[in-house]
């Protein structure tokens, strides 16, 4: 299994960037995928998770911090998820990694130990 992070960039403030996680090996259309970020000197941090709810549908969590600008989602058919990072700030920058889980999970997903699988991250630099 792996999965393939890709869009990031250089950006200014206020500017937009959408983000690619494109997964190989199996599908996960029923179970979590999430973004995770990690700044020089800070510890991983939850951004955002999409859930299979049961049928077609999902649910979305986002951390506070990124809540209105940013927006998850899924396209099973392809087997990728994306985050779309609008009104972006310099805060904004770290590296973005994207996360799978192999099973259902009863939760949103904002804790590392939910996930199975990992990208191998990709640059979001905002200049001010």
Same mark, same amino acid.
């Given at each position: 299994?792996?999965?393939?992070?890709?869009? /990031?960039?250089?950006? &200014? $403030?206020? !500017?937009?960037? #959408?983000?690619?996680? %494109?997964?190989?090996?199996?599908?996960?259309?029923? +179970?979590?995928? /999430?973004?995770?970020? &990690? $700044?020089? !000197?800070?510890? #991983?941090?939850?951004? %955002?998770?999409?859930?299979?709810?049961?049928?077609? +549908?999902?649910?979305?969590?986002?951390?506070?911090?990124?809540?209105?600008?940013?927006?998850?989602?899924?396209?099973?058919?392809?087997?990728?998820?994306?985050?779309?990072?609008?009104?972006?700030?310099?805060?904004?920058?770290?590296?973005?990694?994207?996360?799978?889980?192999?099973?259902?999970?009863?939760?949103?997903?904002?804790?590392?130990?939910?996930?199975?699988?990992?990208?191998?991250?990709?640059?979001?630099?905002?200049?001010?």
């Amino acid at each position: 299994v792996q999965l393939q992070a890709s869009g /990031g960039g250089l950006v &200014q $403030a206020g !500017g937009s960037l #959408r983000l690619s996680c %494109a997964a190989s090996g199996r599908t996960f259309s029923r +179970t979590t995928m /999430g973004w995770f970020r &990690q $700044a020089p !000197g800070k510890e #991983r941090e939850f951004v %955002a998770s999409i859930t299979w709810s049961g049928g077609s +549908t999902y649910s979305a969590d986002y951390v506070d911090s990124v809540k209105g600008r940013f927006t998850i989602s899924r396209d099973n058919a392809k087997n990728t998820a994306y985050l779309q990072m609008n009104s972006l700030k310099p805060e904004d920058t770290a590296v973005y990694y994207c996360a799978a889980r192999g099973s259902y999970l009863f939760s949103t997903g904002r804790d590392l130990s939910d996930y199975d699988y990992w990208g191998q991250g990709t640059q979001v630099t905002v200049s001010s």
